[in-house]
């Protein structure tokens, strides 16, 4: 079957790039109900094979062969690999002089745009976004609400506990690490589970928000390329490897795994990401981590304050919107403030602890997060 020379080549609706690894991506601008939008695709996703099989019917009426896509593909990879400018992709979070993006993963393509002069809706960021299977839109947030509201979804006995909580919901938004890790321990009934969904719910979430310890470093590393927060649910123990990657994975160190099915080639991956993980026991035991790592410890729920499940995540759903409003507000603070924040001390994660005193008086008085 002759292909149309027209679909091999990126027309104006269609730019090609690559990252600094080497893989090949396409900037497509699609037809919305609203407006035109961009979205980002691999070039060897299924998305583009979908849109070129598309054009082809289009243009042709008739059915592109799998060769000819083939080809296309290979010849659309080499352009972006060779032709094309280089770029970062992003999941969920990204910066780009001085703002930060924030993908609400919608069908429209859209991102908050937070800087310190406030944050805005826009639908086409400076920033390319990659869509890994599995995650899940934000809703669109809106401004008047206060991130007090949330204290009510979540089992922490203790305000000090909420203010902790906060400060690792904040620290997510930043663009790049360090991560604090978020360790929570308590007692079965106590809305670990819960509470580790909600905060995912508010910055990434996904529709397997929280997951069982991975088998080995390549799944903690799979994990982390697909999403921006990693949550482990019922930890009953942490092996050594699982301790150290997640140390690494705190800081931003590269990890180098070998390529299945060779001897030589390596893997390797970059990757800066929050993680948190909850059991009935505390399971960080190393130093280094537990150095990393911001402890929240829950109390059983009484029989008297139980309520049910569905009935908790109906009034969450409605609150969600303002309580992240209320969390895009303290990050325009903690932008305005950074710049003139000093420590007298900087603890093990400076980097966590001069944000958190940036963004603390949006909702605390100063000095808040520095006696805890």
């Known amino acids: 079957m002759t292909v149309a020379p027209t679909l091999a080549i990126p027309s104006p609706a269609a730019s090609l790039f690559h990252t600094a690894t080497g893989t090949a991506f396409i900037d497509i601008k699609i037809e919305g109900h609203r407006e035109t939008h961009r979205e980002t695709w691999p070039v060897r996703g299924k998305q583009l094979r979908a849109w070129l099989r598309r054009r082809y019917y289009e243009e042709t009426g008739g059915a592109l062969a799998g060769e000819a896509i083939r080809s296309m593909v290979d010849l659309l990879e ?24 924030l993908d609400l993963a919608d069908k429209e393509w859209r991102a908050v745009e937070i800087g310190a ?11 390319r976004f990659r869509r890994a299977a ?22 922490l006995p203790t305000a000090n506990n ?62 982390a390329n697909n999403g921006h927060i990693l949550a482990f649910d019922n930890m009953s123990g942490l092996p050594s490897w699982l301790s ?3 140390c690494r994975l705190a800081t931003g160190s590269s990890f ?11 893997v390797l991956f970059h990757a800066t990401r929050p993680a948190m993980l909850n059991g ?20 059983p729920i009484s029989d008297d304050r139980g309520r049910p499940e569905k009935d908790l995540w109906d009034k969450f759903e409605v609150a969600r919107p303002l309580i992240l409003g209320a969390l895009l507000d303290g990050v325009v603070h903690g932008l305005q403030r950074l710049p003139h924040i000093r420590l007298e001390k900087l603890p093990r994660m400076a980097d966590f602890a001069l944000w958190g005193t940036a963004c603390e008086t949006a909702f605390w008085p100063p000095g808040v997060l520095a006696r805890l």
Request: hydrophobic share 45%; proline share 9%.
């Open 78 to 101: 080499a352009r972006a690999q060779f032709d094309a400018p280089e770029r970062t992709v992003h999941v969920r979070v990204a910066e780009c002089q001085g703002r930060i993006y």
């Open 162 to 223: 909420f203010t902790l909580a906060v400060a690792w919901l904040l620290a997510t938004l930043r663009p790049s690490g360090p991560y604090p890790l978020l360790a929570v321990a308590g007692e079965q009934g106590s809305a670990k589970t819960t509470l580790t969904k909600i905060l995912r719910a508010l910055v990434d979430p996904n529709p397997a928000p929280a997951r069982s310890l991975p088998r080995e470093e390549r799944d903690l590393m799979i994990a």
């Open 117 to 127: 002069d406030g944050w805005r809706i826009v639908s086409a960021p400076p920033v």
């Open 256 to 266: 180098a795994l070998r390529q299945l099915f060779t001897d030589e080639d390596e």
């Open 134 to 155: 599995g995650m899940l839109p934000l809703p669109l947030p809106q401004k008047g609400g206060s991130i007090h509201a949330l204290a009510r979804f979540l089992n």
């Open 280 to 299: 009935i026991e505390d399971v960080v035991c190393r130093p280094d981590l537990a150095d990393r790592a911001v402890f929240l410890t829950l109390e």
């Open 244 to 246: 150290d990657a997640l």
